[in-house]
């Protein structure tokens, strides 16, 4: 556990002291966000906002855990691995929402097949390596049902984890320190997890991330200096759905990530109410802007989101421990 936890503190203080020249970096070059006329009229001022926060959060996650998470255990290249790929995605896709730049619009037809059908490549593969390479539990149940081995089934089942909570994570990515407030939780809540089965690569790797998440919230508080954008909020979603595959409590991603839910249920449920019965459930989706269209302020949102992440963590550890 200290290991763990002292290389994760490590982590947030390089975060958050690099965070303040790769700000000034981004703000020289220009690189800030342009903000859609579609979302809460709010949000206009946050124009140029530098983006591309991923990178610092990614770059120094992946170096601890480098540092200290593999030569722990070596399958940690898996998380690893896949953070940096759904990185790269992200990284792809944001440039293409940066000011004075050839818009990509992230959310037509052709861009969101293009990264499912990315998403999927890479929850395909790491669900085969898990089930195939990995000596990890293919299924935990709470209150000491066991373990259970489903078969080759767990290589869909796990692809969809992946893909279902790397959507989940990106679409949560929409209010300052709200898409790294409840992943620091998540990966906090996994991380404890790992440690009370002895996995203390995997608990490093979380805890690491844990750190480079609570640096970059320094500088992401409102009113943001700098956006993740989906540079950070796939790979986020990607790696932590494999750290739960890799613990073998899965089921539980949906009590830890309860906000992530929300938000890609409302989205699901936005997107099917007005192509089938042409009316919208919510003012704005994802849940999150709703919110802020009822008159909640942005800050108000994010404390009590992040709060009810928190609650779920709780709750999810303790099934795990139950």
Request: hydrophobic content about 55%; some cysteine.
């Amino acid at each position: 556990m200290t290991y763990a936890l002292l290389f994760g503190c490590l982590a947030a203080i390089a975060s958050a002291v690099i965070g303040g020249p790769f700000v000034s970096f981004l703000r020289e070059r220009k690189i800030g966000k342009a903000i859609s006329t579609d979302g809460p009229e709010s949000h206009l001022s946050k124009a140029g906002t530098p983006t591309l926060g991923g990178l610092l959060i990614v770059g120094v996650s992946a170096a601890f855990t480098l540092i200290a998470a593999i030569p722990k255990d070596s399958d940690v290249w898996l998380p690893l691995v896949v953070m940096l790929v759904l990185c790269a995605i992200g990284f792809y896709d944001d440039l293409g929402t940066l000011v004075d730049r050839e818009q990509r619009e992230a959310h037509d037809r052709k861009s969101m097949i293009l990264k499912l059908i990315g998403y999927a490549a890479v929850g395909l593969i790491a669900s085969w390596v898990l089930y195939d390479r990995f000596d990890a539990p293919l299924l935990l149940v709470p209150h000491h049902l066991g373990a259970y081995d489903i078969g080759p089934a767990y290589i869909i089942i796990a692809a969809f984890v992946i893909i279902a909570t790397t959507s989940a994570v990106g679409v949560t990515d929409g209010l300052d320190m709200l898409c790294g407030g409840t992943s620091a939780v998540a990966f906090a809540a996994f991380g404890t997890i790992a440690l009370m089965q002895h996995q203390t690569g995997v608990a490093t790797f979380c805890f690491v991330t844990v750190g480079a998440l609570l640096g970059f919230l320094y500088w992401n508080t409102y009113p943001a200096r700098i956006f993740m954008g989906d540079t950070g909020s796939i790979a986020l979603g990607g790696s932590l759905a494999v750290v739960a595959l890799m613990t073998g409590w899965w089921l539980l991603i949906p009590v830890i990530g309860v906000v992530f839910v929300m938000n890609i249920a409302a989205d699901v449920i936005q997107i099917g109410s007005f192509r089938l019965r042409g009316k919208r459930v919510f003012l704005m989706a994802p849940i999150h802007h709703h919110f802020e269209k009822l008159g909640w302020h942005e800050t108000t949102v994010t404390a009590r989101f992040i709060a009810l992440g928190v609650v779920g963590a709780m709750i999810g550890v303790a099934l795990a421990a139950w």
